[in-house]
């Protein structure tokens, strides 16, 4: 396996893992993958926690569920209690408390939703003009360049969220168009160092391309970026690892793969 790691994988505790199973039986069925190490990253939505979008999650059961996956899978499997830390620079303070209680292994840095809007995939794209999308995108950059520059975060994810949703949508953007914000948030993470994630969800979203794709992958490795962790966003066991030989027309640069040793 080229990839001996899935650093992005869901379990029952995120809100939207109907067909997902606990960190236990999870972690062993990216052992049975043959994958050396999985990072578990189950949602932390702080504006969802605050503004009770969806179930909060329990954080305590949850890191029991983790460390008891650890430790029976010790030997097989190293198993890291991560998160996925999503919209953390609209409730900062809420944010590090998080951080500094649950003590993660793995933190994912993650925007699914600008500031007083809905999630992009709830959004309602019916009456969308090309403005409109371009508008959104911008201000998704913006607030995306400020989670960027937050602390306590290992890796920033799927970059190019808001994309999956615009081509379902009809909608596609050139994105060297926007390499000067781009590159003003690659070159943040450079100099914190901080990973960049390559997420392969994006092959099964009918992308055809990781989130991101080589625009801003070639971007990312101009300004001297170099380091990745790969994730698949699963949310059921099945989709561990799913596409990640797909990863290999476009991690083709000399970038060092996180590895939790």
């Known amino acids: 396996m080229k990839y001996n790691c899935d650093l992005h994988v869901h379990t029952s505790f995120s809100f939207d893992g109907e067909r997902a199973e606990n960190p236990l039986k999870t972690a062993d069925e990216a052992y049975k993958k043959g994958f050396e190490y999985i ?29 008891k996956a650890k430790d029976e899978l010790k030997g097989k499997i190293t198993v890291l209690h991560g998160i996925e830390l999503g919209q953390m620079t609209q409730y900062p303070k809420q944010s590090e408390k998080y951080l500094e209680k649950y003590d993660f292994d793995f933190v994912l840095g993650s925007l699914h939703n600008v500031k007083n809007m809905p999630d992009f995939a709830l959004i309602d794209y019916k009456n969308y003009t090309p403005d409109d999308y371009i508008t959104l ?28 949703y615009y081509k379902k949508n009809g909608f596609s953007l050139d994105l060297s168009k926007y390499e000067d914000k781009l590159c003003k948030i690659l070159d943040c993470i ?11 969800s994006g092959f099964r979203q009918g992308m055809d391309a990781p989130l991101p794709d080589d625009t801003v992958l070639s971007m990312y490795f101009n300004l001297g970026g170099r380091m990745i962790t790969v994730g698949s966003d699963s949310h059921t066991p099945s989709d561990i690892g799913a596409d990640f030989e797909a990863l290999e027309k476009y991690i083709k640069y000399g970038f060092t793969v996180f590895n939790p040793n």
């Open 39 to 67: 990072a578990l990253t189950d949602h932390l939505d702080v504006n969802s926690e605050i503004e009770h979008l969806y179930a909060p999650i329990d954080l305590d059961t949850r890191k029991y569920e983790c460390l």
């Open 137 to 164: 995108w911008c201000v998704y950059l913006d607030e995306l360049y400020e989670l960027a520059k937050f602390d306590g975060i290992n890796s920033l994810s799927h970059l190019t969220y808001p994309l999956r």
């Open 190 to 200: 450079i100099k914190k160092g901080v990973y960049l994630e390559v997420n392969s």
